[in-house]
């Protein structure tokens, strides 16, 4: 039996994740136990939480994997400097002293911080062992997907070298086909925008998808004409005049600015219409780029199918275009894409090529719902919410479901804390706060009452997975488990726009009623779909047949139980803590059901208000 402890730190979304005989036994992101967004140290809770899940000691793992490599990661450092010499030196001066005290010697530092974590000497720890950035994306798309055969595509920000990369995989066995390397990179060129839409690099990106279809891609061929050289067979490169990530500060620079005769906008500033504008321009490119590099690898490699890894792969709208129009039958995606994910796949490639350990197909796919975090008991929730002074009644199923479907149907808003945590940016129904879609105003509720954001952020639906294709147009029996597919709403279901609301530009089209799930529904009749599975998630599953019985809708709003700048909660503490932190209407814990109106003052934090409330 090998033991294989996968670890991705020290840049964003540290994470750790544990393998046993090739079976994903736990995973989870620092953050979510730091409660630190994005939390980049060195996942000591996460490694904990996976030791504790399976009940051993550090001292009883056979090797510890690290997701990519330090050393050539800082060989391209060095070379990117000394090409854009002189310029770039204030940028070299602010990034060497992390990489001269702790990134260069990351093979002690880990050794290091693990043998505090184990109480144990370095020599007693198990073997360290390093993979590549890419590979690991690369493991994470395509070993724990359902198929036998399938051609993968990563696409991030940078890596090593690689900022996009295809490879083969078969059976137990992945191949390398061919990669674009920095600084020519889609990730990179997306976040791009991100910043000069003054959003906030490696977490605005999804408010960047979700303000594009405010806008008209006005931009493209600018965009195409000056910015990214692009190939009919999707690949590309940058024209490195116009950015400033490689020697700067800053993401673009003076000439990025006057191409589109403004400077970068301010965090926090009014929206305009030419962020609209741009934000749908980026996104178009985005999916030009994919569908081209998809086509290719379909005709390079004849396999059926598809899997995606990497930040660009989180993208769900290019996804759901990708489905829609390439010639694979379908795709899978890694559900956490990211870094995080790539401490699975770096232990995925430590089993397959390390140990030559054999590989097993399943029928969904091997990640279980990405419900790979801790749990917690009865009598533990309970501790903790008796702690919290929270007020509560404990309800068998039978009692808590119906009740639950008829609060839903009265517009109340719950928040949702059962069984495992999702793995993952995504909140599948393990941490979710959920409501009725068919309500008018539950996507203003949402946004500025409980989670915080900006109004234009559209919500996703979770739908009983037999009856997706009542609701969107997806075929039968299509899964979207990991809610990154966009699809547009079933026709039957929308409602045309006048005349009038058809001439509305920007943020105006907002407040329109589009269909008979409003809350789901965004500008352009899309939505980002959750199909919700019985075998990954019965209590879920469970709530909206409940709801479906109430209403005569499987149709639920998901979005993640926390609040803007926030992780999503782990603990029913924590659950509690931002149910009392927010205007949601009531908390279910497992069986323990709270009311808002029923709890005691809640001693606010104002300085904790004042930083998550908008304007």
């Keep these: 039996m090998k033991k294989i402890l996968g670890l991705s730190a020290y840049y964003h979304d540290s994470a750790a994740a544990l393998i046993i005989d090739g079976k994903i036994i736990a995973a989870a992101q620092e953050e979510r136990f730091t409660r630190k967004k994005h939390d980049p140290s060195f996942p000591a809770a996460a490694i904990a939480y996976c030791l504790q899940e399976a009940n051993i000691s ?6 510890v994997v690290f997701y990519d490599k330090p050393l050539i990661k800082f060989e391209r450092l ?22 001269l005290k702790e990134k260069l010697y990351l093979k002690a530092t880990l050794k290091k911080q693990l043998a505090t974590l184990g109480r144990c000497k370095v020599a007693d720890l198990p073997s360290l062992l390093f993979s590549e950035h890419h590979q690991s994306h690369a493991a994470s798309a395509f070993f724990p997907s359902p198929y036998q055969k399938a051609a993968v595509l990563c696409l991030d920000g940078v890596g090593e070298w690689a900022t996009t990369s295809a490879w083969l995989g078969d059976g137990d066995k992945l191949t390398p086909l061919w990669d674009i390397n920095f600084p020519h990179s889609l990730g990179l060129l997306y976040s791009a925008f991100t910043y000069f839409t003054g959003f906030k690099v490696n977490s605005g990106e999804y408010k960047l998808m979700g303000l594009a279809p405010y806008g008209e891609p006005k931009y493209v061929d600018l965009i195409l004409d000056n910015l990214l050289d692009l190939k009919d067979d999707g690949t590309f490169r940058l024209n490195m005049q116009y950015f400033n990530y490689c020697t700067g500060l800053t993401m673009t620079n003076k000439r990025f600015a006057k191409l589109f005769g403004r400077p970068a906008r301010q965090p926090e500033s009014p929206l305009t219409q030419q962020e609209m504008d741009i934000a749908a321009s980026i996104q178009v490119v985005t999916e030009k780029v994919v569908q081209r590099l998809a086509a290719t690898i379909y005709k390079e490699t004849g396999a059926d199918y598809l899997c995606l890894a990497g930040g660009v792969a989180l993208n769900c709208v290019s996804n759901g275009k990708l489905l829609a129009n390439s010639p694979f039958k379908d795709i899978w995606i890694q559900p956490a894409a990211g870094d995080a994910g790539g401490a699975i796949g770096a232990a995925l490639t430590v089993w397959h090529d390390y140990y030559q350990g054999a590989r097993s197909v399943e029928s969904g796919d091997a990640m279980q719902g990405a419900y790979l975090g801790p749990a917690y008991s009865a009598a533990e929730a309970r501790q903790q919410l008796s702690q919290s002074g929270a007020v509560f009644e404990e309800l068998n199923d039978t009692q808590l479901l119906p009740r639950l479907a008829d609060l839903l149907a009265d517009e109340n808003v719950l928040g949702w804390c059962q069984g495992r945590m999702e793995f993952g940016p995504r909140s599948l129904g393990g941490r979710s706060i959920i409501g009725d879609p068919r309500s008018t105003k539950m996507q203003s509720i949402m946004n500025l009452k409980i ?25 039968t029996g299509q899964r979207s488990p990991y809610m990154l597919l966009v699809a547009p709403i079933k026709k039957s279901l929308r409602i045309a726009m006048s005349d009038q609301q058809q001439q509305l530009f920007g943020i ?49 709003v998901n979005t993640s139980f926390n609040v803007r700048g926030e992780p999503i909660v782990c603990t029913p503490e924590d659950a509690y803590r931002c149910f009392m932190r927010t205007e949601m209407d009531y908390l279910v814990v497992g069986n323990f059901l709270m009311a808002k109106k029923d709890q005691p003052v809640w001693e606010q934090d104002e300085a904790w208000k004042n930083e998550f409330e908008l304007d």
């Excluded at 550090?58 to 090797?63: F, K, M, R």
């Excluded at 770039?88 to 060497?96: D, K, N, R, T």
């Excluded at 919500?459 to 997706?468: D, G, H, K, N, T």
């Design 508 to 556: 105006d089209k907002l407040n329109i009623k589009r269909s008979e799930l409003p809350a789901v529904t965004h500008v352009d009749y899309s939505a980002r779909v959750q199909t919700v599975h019985p075998d990954t998630n019965p209590r879920y599953y469970a709530l909206l047949k409940a709801f479906e019985e109430k209403t005569g809708c499987a149709v639920l």
């Design 78 to 99: 060095l070379e990117t400097y000394i090409a854009y010499a002189p310029r770039g030196i204030a940028s070299f001066v602010a990034a060497m002293p992390v990489w």
């Design 58 to 63: 550090l001292q009883e793992i056979d090797s």
């Design 451 to 475: 989670k915080y954001r900006e109004s234009f952020r559209p919500f996703a639906p979770s739908v009983l997975a037999e009856r997706v294709s009542d609701y969107f147009e997806l075929k």
